[in-house]
């Protein structure tokens, strides 16, 4: 079916929990229709109703990032915006990355940012918009963060690289870089003695971090980062391409 009144459709990996749910949230109230792709249905798309739909995803297979765009176009006639946000980090000592993680992490966080990029490309409408979240640490090296940054830093290059190949189709390319965000999986992976935090309280380390880094002394919201994905995503940010926009409240200013 053709979606009514031209409504766009948006795809997001990752969308069903933490940054991803937020991003999936901000686009349903701007009357995207919308297809999550994710490992664990939280149900969200059934507290959202008729203009969302959840599929199993594997990010890390191009097969799925094929059968997610399949879905949307049968469903709703048209894809416009392609949000890669599947990903998770951990963060290790490099004595203790073996080969496992090393494919864990980089086949999340890079591999995964590839294929949906090559596999949206193929069947974005014209003026279409892909927008990878990436990560500070896709910017500046951090201690037991060596895998992540690479996979992040990959990241933001693939963003910049694909701006240019792809914008002769009028396809824009962006990346969103947030600090620390609040959500479940952040403050789960902060426990770990090896993360920043160094074993203690995650909300004391993090009040400490945006205290002592952060011009604005706070730390970003997740619906923060979905209203800079829904603006990258419209009309309103038609000459922006090939970006990765600190979310930072100053921690990094560029």
């Known amino acids: 079916m053709e979606t009514d009144n031209g409504s766009r459709v948006a795809i997001i990996t990752g969308g069903s929990r933490g940054i991803g749910e937020a991003i999936t949230r901000a686009f349903w109230e701007e009357k995207y229709h919308i297809l999550v792709g994710a490992r664990i249905n939280t149900k969200l ?20 990032h094929r059968a997610l765009v399949k879905t949307a176009l049968k469903w709703a006639g048209r894809l416009d915006v392609y949000v890669n946000c599947a990903g998770f980090s951990e963060w290790r000592p490099v004595r203790d990355v073996d ?23 193929e069947s974005l409408s014209k003026e279409g918009c892909i927008v990878n979240i990436s990560s500070l640490a896709g910017k500046r090296g951090s201690t037991n963060n060596s895998v992540y940054c ?105």
Do not use: H
Not at 99 to 121: S, Y
Not at 176 to 183: G, H, K, N, W
């Open 45 to 64: 798309v059934e507290q959202l109703g008729e203009r969302a739909r959840f599929q199993r995803c594997d990010v890390r297979l191009e097969s799925d």
């Open 99 to 121: 080969l496992g993680f090393w494919n864990k992490m980089i086949d999340t966080n890079l591999k995964g940012t590839f294929w949906g990029c090559k596999i949206a490309a």
């Open 150 to 254: 690479a996979s992040k830093f990959g990241v933001n290059g693939l963003t910049q690289a694909l701006a240019k190949e792809l914008g002769a189709k009028g396809i824009r390319v962006n990346a969103v870089c947030p600090v620390y965000v609040e959500t479940k999986g952040l403050l789960e992976a902060l426990k770990d003695k090896r993360s920043p935090s160094g074993g203690q309280e995650t909300s004391i380390f993090l009040k400490e971090f945006a205290k002592d880094s952060a011009a604005l002394q706070r730390l970003p919201e997740a619906q923060e980062i979905a209203r800079l994905c829904v603006f990258l995503a419209s009309s309103k940010a038609s000459a922006v391409t090939g970006q990765c926009i600190n979310v930072d409240c100053g921690v990094l200013p560029q």
